[in-house]
C-alpha cells in the first residue's frame, strides 16, 4: 500500500515523501481513509507506530476547505502532557509544510497572554492539555462551538493521570454532530466507558501490541543481587559492555531511583540526564532536548515522565527495576526498535522479581532470553520465603542503606495502589480520586509545576486513601488535637 491510496490531499502526500516515508504504518493505512470519510473512529494503538500521523496527515486534508474564526477553533487535539502535545506540534509543522496552518498550544507553563493572541486571531488546530483548555474556557477565551472534529490522544493514560472527569466536560462543550478521533493503547472499562458514551459508530482500528514491539527489539534478562549498589554496579555493566550503544533510555519504578541512579551515573562520568514527573518544566525541557540531540547519552526516567514521548532512534532501553506492571515493559522497551530500526532492550532482575517477570513473559505471550545465568527456582523461592521472614506487611524492611530497592516508605506504598503509574507525575493531587475532582484540585495543576509545593502528599485533601507519608501528615486531624499539651506536676 502506498500513501497515494489513502486520499490524502497532494500537497500532504509531498510533505509525508518529504519526510521521508514511503510507506504507511498499518494504522495509517486503517485508519485515514475512515478519517477522511468523516467516520469516528476507535483506534488501539501505542506510541511508535505511526498514530500521530494518523490522524495529523488527513486532519491537514479537511483542513484545505474553510477557514478559521476568531475564538473559535476548527479542530481540537486532547493530549495529557505538554510534551506529547508539543510533538503532535511538531507534527502538523512537519506536515503542514505546504499548507498555512494555524495552530496553537493550549498547555501549563506557557503565558496565558501568547496563547490567547493567537486565539483571537483564529485557530485550524488547538492542541491542548485539558486543565489548560478548561483554564481558557473558562476566563470566557475560547468558543468550542466551531469544532468539526475532535482528537482525544493517550486515552489510558489520560485515565492514569485522573482526566477523565475533564475530557468529559470537554466532550459535552464540543458540538455534538463533531468527529471524534479516539486513541489508547489499552482498553480499561472506563475507558470503554467513555467511547461507548461519545463515539458515533466507530470504525475500531487496532494494531497489534506485541507484533509492533516484538519483532525489532531484541530482549534480554540479566541477574543481579537485589541491594541498591549491587543493581548499580550491574547496570553500568551493561551500559559499559552494551554493543554498539549510541544512546539508552534507563527506566526506574520510582522517582526516587531515577535520582539515585542518576547521580551515581553522573558521579562514575557517564554523560547523563534524568526525567521524572517532579522536575520543572525546563528541567525536563532541558533533559529531553539534550537527550534528543545527542549531547547526553544516557537518560534516566521514570514510566509516568517517558510514557508516550517520541524519542526516535534510541538504541538501548535498560530497566534498572523490573516493571511492577507487565503493561510498563511493553511501553518501556517499545522506546527503542521505532519505526523499524533495529533496538535492544535489557532487563535487571532480581530474584525478588521472578514473579514480576512471569506477568510479563505472560503479557508478550514469549519467554525473554536470559543474558548469562538465569534465576532457578529456588533463588525465587528463597528470595520468597526471606520476604515473608522478615516480617511487616509488604516484607519489605523501610528506610536505611542495603534495603530492598532503596524506597522511601511513602513510595513503596503509594506504587501499590489503585493508580500507581500516575502517583509520581501528580504531585498535587496524588491520591485526589479522579472522579472527586473538583476545579480547586483540578489533576492539570500537575502540569505548573513552578507552583507547586515540592513535598505535597500530607497537603491531599478529600481522599479516600491514607496518604502515603502518615507521619507527615496531619491534614484529617481536628486542630484542637494538633494543640501543644502543656502537663502541670501534681
Ligand atoms: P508515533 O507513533 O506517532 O509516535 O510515531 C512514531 C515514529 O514513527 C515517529 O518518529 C514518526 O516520525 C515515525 N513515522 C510515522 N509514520 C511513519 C511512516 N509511515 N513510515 C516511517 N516512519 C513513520
Given at each position: 500500500m ?5 486520499g490524502?490531499?497532494?500537497k500532504?502526500?509531498a ?7 514511503t510507506e504507511?504504518?498499518?494504522i495509517?493505512?486503517q485508519a485515514?481513509p475512515?478519517?477522511?470519510a468523516?467516520r469516528d473512529?476507535l483506534?488501539?494503538a501505542?506510541?511508535g507506530t505511526?498514530k500521530t ?7 491537514i486534508?479537511?483542513?484545505?476547505e474553510?477557514?478559521a474564526?476568531?475564538?473559535?477553533p ?5 493530549e495529557?502532557?505538554r ?8 507534527n502538523?509543522?512537519k ?10 498550544l ?17 485557530v485550524?488546530v ?13 476566563r470566557?477565551?475560547l468558543l ?7 482528537v482525544?490522544d493517550?486515552?489510558d493514560?489520560m ?13 459535552k462543550?464540543?458540538?455534538?454532530t ?5 486513541f ?6 472506563e475507558?470503554?466507558r467513555?467511547?461507548?458514551q461519545f463515539?458515533h459508530n466507530p470504525?475500531?482500528?487496532?494494531v ?8 525489532t527489539?531484541?530482549?534480554?534478562l540479566?541477574?543481579?543481587?537485589k541491594?541498591d ?11 559499559r559492555?552494551?554493543?554498539s550503544l549510541?544512546n539508552?533510555?534507563i527506566?526506574c519504578n ?6 539515585t541512579?542518576?547521580?551515581?551515573l553522573q558521579k562514575?562520568?557517564?554523560s547523563?540526564?534524568a526525567?521524572?514527573g517532579d522536575?520543572?518544566?525546563s528541567?525536563?525541557?532541558a ?8 549531547k547526553t ?13 517520541d ?10 527495576d523490573?516493571?511492577h506492571?507487565?503493561?510498563?515493559y511493553?511501553h518501556?522497551i517499545?522506546r ?17 522479581d521472578?514473579k514480576?517477570?512471569s506477568a510479563?513473559?505472560k503479557?508478550?505471550?514469549q519467554?525473554?532470553e ?8 529456588e533463588?525465587?523461592?528463597e ?5 515473608r521472614?522478615?516480617g ?7 528506610g ?12 513503596a506504598?503509594?506504587e501499590t495502589?489503585?493508580?500507581p503509574?500516575a502517583?509520581?507525575e501528580r ?5 485526589a ?7 480547586a484540585?483540578?489533576p492539570e495543576r500537575?502540569?505548573?509545576?513552578a ?15 491514607p496518604?502515603a507519608?502518615?507521619?507527615a501528615?496531619m491534614?484529617?486531624m481536628p486542630?484542637?488535637l ?7 506536676g501534681?
Amino acid at each position: 500500500m502506498s500513501f497515494s491510496e489513502l486520499g490524502l490531499s497532494a500537497k500532504v502526500q509531498a510533505a509525508v515523501a518529504a519526510a521521508g516515508y514511503t510507506e504507511p504504518t498499518p494504522i495509517q493505512a486503517q485508519a485515514i481513509p475512515h478519517v477522511l470519510a468523516r467516520r469516528d473512529v476507535l483506534g488501539i494503538a501505542q506510541t511508535g507506530t505511526g498514530k500521530t500521523a494518523a490522524f495529523t496527515l488527513p486532519m491537514i486534508t479537511m483542513l484545505e476547505e474553510g477557514r478559521a474564526r476568531a475564538r473559535m477553533p476548527r479542530t481540537l487535539i486532547l493530549e495529557p502532557t505538554r510534551e506529547l502535545a508539543a510533538q503532535v506540534e511538531d507534527n502538523f509543522v512537519k506536515y503542514g509544510v505546504n499548507h498555512k496552518l494555524s495552530v496553537a498550544l493550549l498547555i501549563g507553563g506557557v503565558s496565558f497572554g501568547d496563547q490567547d493572541a493567537k486565539l483571537t486571531r483564529g485557530v485550524d488546530v488547538l492542541i491542548a492539555t485539558p486543565g489548560r483548555l478548561l483554564d481558557h474556557f473558562e476566563r470566557g477565551r475560547l468558543l468550542l462551538t466551531g469544532v468539526e472534529l475532535l482528537v482525544i490522544d493517550e486515552a489510558d493514560r489520560m485515565l492514569d493521570m485522573g482526566f477523565i472527569p475533564d475530557i468529559e466536560r470537554i466532550c459535552k462543550m464540543v458540538p455534538f454532530t463533531r468527529q471524534t478521533l479516539f486513541f489508547t493503547a489499552t482498553m480499561p472499562p472506563e475507558i470503554q466507558r467513555i467511547t461507548e458514551q461519545f463515539l458515533h459508530n466507530p470504525i475500531k482500528v487496532e494494531v497489534s501490541r506485541a507484533a509492533s514491539t516484538a519483532t525489532t527489539i531484541t530482549q534480554r534478562l540479566v541477574r543481579s543481587g537485589k541491594k541498591d549498589f549491587e543493581k548499580r554496579d550491574t547496570l553500568r555493566a551493561l551500559v559499559r559492555g552494551a554493543d554498539s550503544l549510541k544512546n539508552a533510555i534507563i527506566f526506574c519504578n520510582r522517582k526516587s531511583e531515577v535520582a539515585t541512579v542518576y547521580k551515581s551515573l553522573q558521579k562514575h562520568e557517564f554523560s547523563v540526564a534524568a526525567l521524572h514527573g517532579d522536575m520543572d518544566q525546563s528541567a525536563r525541557t532541558a533533559a529531553l532536548t539534550a537527550f534528543r540531540d545527542g549531547k547526553t547519552q544516557l537518560l534516566v526516567a521514570s514510566d509516568v515522565a517517558a510514557r508516550g514521548l517520541d524519542i526516535p532512534d534510541v538504541s538501548h532501553v535498560f530497566n534498572y527495576d523490573t516493571p511492577h506492571h507487565a503493561e510498563d515493559y511493553v511501553h518501556r522497551i517499545g522506546r527503542t526498535g521505532r519505526a523499524g530500526r533495529l533496538g535492544t532492550a535489557i532487563t535487571i532482575v532480581t530474584p525478588e522479581d521472578t514473579k514480576l517477570l512471569s506477568a510479563i513473559e505472560k503479557l508478550i505471550g514469549q519467554p525473554i532470553e536470559w543474558a548469562g545465568d538465569a534465576i532457578s527456582d529456588e533463588e525465587a523461592s528463597e528470595a520468597k520465603r526471606e520476604r515473608r521472614g522478615a516480617g511487616g506487611r509488604s516484607g519489605r524492611s523501610s528506610g536505611g542503606r542495603g534495603e530492598p530497592r532503596g524506597e522511601s516508605r511513602g513510595e513503596a506504598r503509594s506504587e501499590t495502589r489503585a493508580e500507581p503509574r500516575a502517583a509520581e507525575e501528580r504531585p498535587a493531587r496524588r491520591s485526589a480520586e479522579p472522579r472527586a475532582t473538583t476545579r480547586a484540585e483540578r489533576p492539570e495543576r500537575a502540569e505548573r509545576p513552578a507552583r507547586q509545593p515540592e513535598a505535597p502528599v500530607s497537603r491531599d485533601r478529600g481522599s479516600a486513601r491514607p496518604p502515603a507519608s502518615e507521619e507527615a501528615d496531619m491534614s484529617h486531624m481536628p486542630q484542637f488535637l494538633l494543640r501543644p499539651v502543656t502537663y502541670r506536676g501534681k
